[in-house]
């Protein structure tokens, strides 16, 4: 749809969440429609949004893909305020582990699967009036971490990338912010943990790396996304941490 008028600040803000089908952002999803916002979560799996969302399908490392899952968004709802950057994929292993495909499927996914949906979406968040990106990022990003070099290269990417698009807009009323969480217990962790010998024991000692003894829930980033989405107004260009004290802190 076209972009003619400014969003009305009383009605419902409209989010967008990529990947929100499962884990952190079927918890951003949830978050956001507790706090009053319509929410359209662009998934590779849409069938699997839980109601009241909208699933949408979309494969963020398509770009055609991620126009047509906007324009339907902006098409059903009149406008949208609100994009949750968070589809990502691992990977594992140093660099001789991956060959140059791999480094370039998921650098398109985690990194310019975020670009294109902000792209995308710009034309709305800027008519927004409480526009705001949040991206996920991880603790990752600023850590040296055996064994994730391309998936730690993909979330310094989305580090960056969170600082400078936060500068790009913050004078066009868009705030751009990411958070960084540790381990948190969702499929993706669950998936990693089946592929090891000993599931519960590697579960113990992960619980055990973060400072307050345990993973973090989906719900709990799923907050901290939602707080810096709609809540944070004066917050822009920061990484915000939801990571039991991983990162910072040394028992
Ligand atoms: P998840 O696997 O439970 O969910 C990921 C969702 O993204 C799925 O619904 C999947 O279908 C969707 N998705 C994957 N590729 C897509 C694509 N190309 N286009 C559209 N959707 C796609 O994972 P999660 O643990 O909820 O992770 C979500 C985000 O959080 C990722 O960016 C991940 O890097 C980040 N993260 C996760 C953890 C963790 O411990 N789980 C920690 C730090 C950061």
């Given at each position: ?30 978050a956001l429609t ?95 009036p409480a526009a ?8 990752f990003a600023s ?109």
């Amino acid at each position: 749809m076209a972009v003619t008028s400014e969003a009305q600040s009383s009605d419902p803000l409209v989010a967008v969440v990529s990947g929100g089908a499962s884990g952190i952002g079927a918890a951003a999803v949830a978050a956001l429609t507790a706090r009053g916002v319509r929410v359209a979560a662009l998934d590779l799996k849409p069938d699997e949004v839980a109601a009241p969302a909208v699933g949408i399908a979309c494969d963020v490392s398509d770009d055609a893909s991620v126009r047509a899952a906007v324009a339907e968004v902006a098409d059903r709802f009149g406008r949208i305020d609100i994009v949750v950057n968070n589809a990502g994929i691992a990977a594992q292993g140093d660099i001789t582990d991956n060959d140059d495909d791999e480094w370039r499927r998921v650098l398109d996914v985690n990194v310019v699967g975020m670009v294109r949906l902000a792209r995308a979406a710009l034309p709305y968040l800027r008519k927004s009036p409480a526009a705001a990106i949040v991206n996920t990022c991880s603790v990752f990003a600023s850590m040296g971490v055996r064994r994730r070099v391309l998936y730690s290269a993909s979330k310094g990417a989305v580090h960056s990338l969170t600082l400078a698009m936060a500068a790009d807009h913050v004078r066009e009323g868009i705030r751009v912010n990411a958070v960084a969480p540790g381990a948190v217990d969702t499929p993706w962790i669950q998936r990693v943990l089946a592929k090891t010998a000993d599931p519960q024991a590697e579960r113990d000692a992960l619980n055990d790396r973060h400072p307050l003894g345990r993973l973090a829930r989906p719900e709990e980033v799923g907050d901290a996304i939602a707080f810096l989405a709609t809540e944070a107004s004066g917050t822009t260009g920061t990484i915000l941490a939801v990571d039991g004290g991983i990162h910072d802190l040394r028992l």
